[in-house]
């Protein structure tokens, strides 16, 4: 059995089983969810190469360097054209540094202070900001359903939050910087779709985020120097893999979800990361998989599942004016 014929069946699987959602929000879903288990796996890889002597913007430069060859191939492969109308691609280019560039390196700035699940559970605050953001910006009508969801995954992401350690945090400078990835996260998001950036090939979108914004680290490390080059062999190779899974397939997969979805029921959907991060750090980090953390999960699994049947997400109506 081919790849396709493989991804076909699992498609007609997804639509038997949630049979009130269109074949494209199936996808959209399918597709989201992916991209949350890659984006969660992140944590790991990022704190093996810190113990490694990595910095926040040394990952995230290679993050996005490693990527560009393997678009390119791509691109050159499927015959893509690299040319865009230069206002959508200063836009591309814009919403790809805030997205790819700000918020990751907020995001691994926040980890020294506040601990990576601390950190990682302020920056999944974005689907709620992405939401409020449609709303006040965009006259999107949420719903009592979708605000009810928006509730109850807001609770199991504070379920995640150690509160002993908070009361033990000294520096608020990783607080800030987690909670604000978070805004730039969704300042990203809704962008993607506002612009219509989503109903661009999704290859050239990931391909001109990686080049963007490992332009702006690059720039960002003349005056900071805050770049390591030299790290072990190994350190370069959970980099790479990082690059594969996260800056290639994970972008990738996230740019559908937000074309099929929309941007605050992708960002939602998106809230499975965290659930992966959970698990992915007490597989690999011997982290503490505690009671409240379980209970974060299957809020945020049944918010989700909620979310299947909303309506709104099976017609995509998103950011109607009033």
Same mark, same amino acid.
């Not at 919403?95 to 506040?114: A, D, N, Q, R």
């Not at 209970?295 to 997400?313: D, H, R």
């Given at each position: 059995?081919?790849?396709?014929?493989?991804?076909? /069946?699992?498609?007609?699987?997804?639509?038997?089983?949630?049979?009130?959602?269109?074949?494209?929000?199936?996808?959209?879903?399918?597709?989201?969810?992916? $991209?949350?288990?890659?984006?969660?796996?992140?944590?790991?890889?990022?704190?093996?190469? /810190?113990?490694?002597?990595?910095?926040?913007?040394?990952?995230?430069?290679?993050?996005?360097?490693?990527? %560009?060859?393997?678009?390119?191939?791509?691109?050159? !492969?499927?015959?893509?054209?690299?040319?865009?109308?230069?206002?959508?691609?200063?836009?591309?280019?814009?919403?790809?540094?805030?997205?790819?560039?700000?918020?990751?390196?907020? !995001?691994?700035? $926040? /980890?020294?202070?506040?601990?990576?699940?601390?950190?990682?559970?302020?920056?999944?605050?974005?689907?709620?900001?992405?939401?409020?953001?449609?709303?006040?910006?965009?006259?999107?009508? !949420?719903?009592?359903?979708?605000?009810?969801?928006?509730?109850?995954?807001?609770?199991?992401?504070?379920?995640? %939050?150690?509160?002993?350690?908070?009361?033990?945090?000294?520096?608020?400078?990783?607080?800030?910087?987690?909670?604000? $990835?978070?805004?730039?996260?969704?300042?990203?998001?809704?962008?993607?779709?506002?612009?219509?950036?989503?109903?661009?090939?999704?290859?050239?979108?990931?391909?001109? @985020? =990686?080049?963007?914004?490992?332009?702006?680290?690059?720039? /960002?490390? @003349?005056?900071?120097?805050? %770049?390591?080059?030299?790290?072990?062999?190994?350190?370069?190779?959970?980099?790479?893999?990082?690059?594969?899974?996260?800056?290639?397939?994970?972008?990738?997969?996230?740019?559908?979800?937000?074309?099929?979805?929309?941007?605050?029921?992708? =960002?939602?959907?998106?809230?499975?990361?965290?659930?992966?991060? @959970?698990?992915?750090?007490?597989?690999?980090?011997?982290?503490?998989?505690?009671?409240?953390?379980?209970?974060?999960? @299957? !809020?945020?699994?049944? =918010?989700?599942?909620?979310?299947?049947?909303?309506?709104?997400?099976?017609?995509?109506?998103?950011?109607?004016?009033?």
């Amino acid at each position: 059995m081919n790849n396709d014929s493989t991804v076909k /069946y699992f498609m007609q699987g997804v639509a038997y089983a949630l049979p009130q959602v269109p074949p494209n929000k199936c996808k959209g879903i399918i597709f989201t969810i992916l $991209s949350a288990f890659l984006f969660g796996i992140t944590p790991v890889l990022t704190s093996l190469t /810190y113990n490694m002597g990595g910095t926040p913007e040394t990952v995230t430069l290679f993050r996005n360097l490693f990527a %560009i060859p393997v678009l390119l191939l791509t691109l050159w !492969l499927k015959k893509i054209p690299l040319s865009l109308p230069l206002p959508v691609l200063r836009n591309l280019v814009l919403f790809g540094i805030i997205g790819g560039g700000i918020t990751t390196l907020l !995001l691994y700035m $926040s /980890y020294p202070y506040v601990g990576i699940g601390t950190a990682t559970t302020l920056h999944f605050l974005y689907p709620i900001f992405v939401c409020l953001m449609c709303r006040i910006f965009f006259k999107e009508r !949420l719903g009592l359903q979708k605000i009810i969801v928006l509730f109850i995954a807001g609770a199991g992401i504070l379920c995640f %939050i150690d509160v002993k350690q908070i009361t033990q945090i000294t520096h608020i400078t990783g607080l800030v910087l987690a909670g604000v $990835s978070g805004i730039t996260y969704a300042i990203y998001m809704v962008g993607v779709e506002k612009k219509k950036i989503d109903q661009l090939n999704p290859w050239l979108i990931i391909f001109y @985020i =990686a080049v963007s914004v490992s332009i702006f680290m690059l720039l /960002y490390s @003349i005056p900071t120097n805050k %770049i390591v080059l030299l790290l072990p062999l190994k350190a370069y190779f959970y980099m790479f893999v990082l690059s594969m899974l996260t800056s290639l397939f994970a972008v990738l997969l996230l740019q559908l979800g937000i074309k099929y979805l929309g941007a605050s029921a992708a =960002a939602i959907f998106s809230l499975f990361e965290p659930v992966t991060s @959970i698990i992915s750090g007490g597989m690999f980090l011997n982290e503490t998989i505690t009671v409240g953390k379980i209970m974060g999960c @299957i !809020l945020i699994s049944f =918010a989700v599942i909620l979310l299947t049947t909303n309506k709104q997400v099976q017609t995509r109506e998103v950011c109607n004016e009033d």
